[in-house]
Nanobody, 123 residues
Framework: QVLFVESGGGSVHAGGSLRLSCASS????????MYWFRQTPGNEREAVAC????????HYADSVKGRFTISRDDAKGTVYLQMDSLKHEDAGVYYCKAEGDLPCHGVVLASSWGQGTQVSVSS
C-alpha cells in the first residue's frame, strides 16, 4: 500500500517558520511529481505546492506564493515544505501526495490520504 508520512507541524507565532517533511513508506520517489495539500477550517482540501520529478519546476497556489518553498531529496525519499512568514490563515492540516491539480511534470502515483501534520499559527 502506498503511503506517505507527514511530519514537522507545530505551533508558531504569526510571521514564524516551519519545515514540513513527507516521507515515503519505503519506496523511491524519483519518477513521481509530488504535492503538498492543506485543509484549513471550513475549507476543502487544496493543493498548495507541487514539484516536478526532476525538481526543475515548482508551482504554488497564489495564497502561498513567495512564502512557501517545496523541495525534494530523492536519496532520502523525502519531500519538504518550507513555510515562512506564516499567517493565521495557513493554520490547518498538511498532507502530501503524488497526485494533484497543479501543473507539475511527473508520474502520478495514487495513494490514500495520510494522517497529515497539524500547523497552528497564533498571534
Amino acid at each position: 500500500q502506498v503511503l506517505f508520512v507527514e511530519s514537522g507541524g507545530g505551533s508558531v507565532h504569526a510571521g514564524g517558520s516551519l519545515r514540513l517533511s513527507c516521507a515515503s513508506s519505503g519506496f523511491k520517489l524519483n519518477h513521481y511529481k509530488m504535492y503538498w495539500f492543506r485543509q484549513t477550517p471550513g475549507n476543502e482540501r487544496e493543493a498548495v505546492a507541487c514539484i516536478s520529478d526532476s525538481a526543475l519546476s515548482t508551482h504554488y497556489a497564489d495564497s502561498v506564493k513567495g512564502r512557501f518553498t517545496i523541495s525534494r531529496d530523492d536519496a532520502k525519499g523525502t519531500v519538504y515544505l518550507q513555510m515562512d512568514s506564516l499567517k493565521h490563515e495557513d493554520a490547518g492540516v498538511y498532507y502530501c501526495k503524488a497526485e494533484g491539480d497543479l501543473p507539475c511534470h511527473g508520474v502520478v502515483l495514487a495513494s490514500s490520504w495520510g494522517q497529515g501534520t497539524q500547523v497552528s499559527v497564533s498571534s
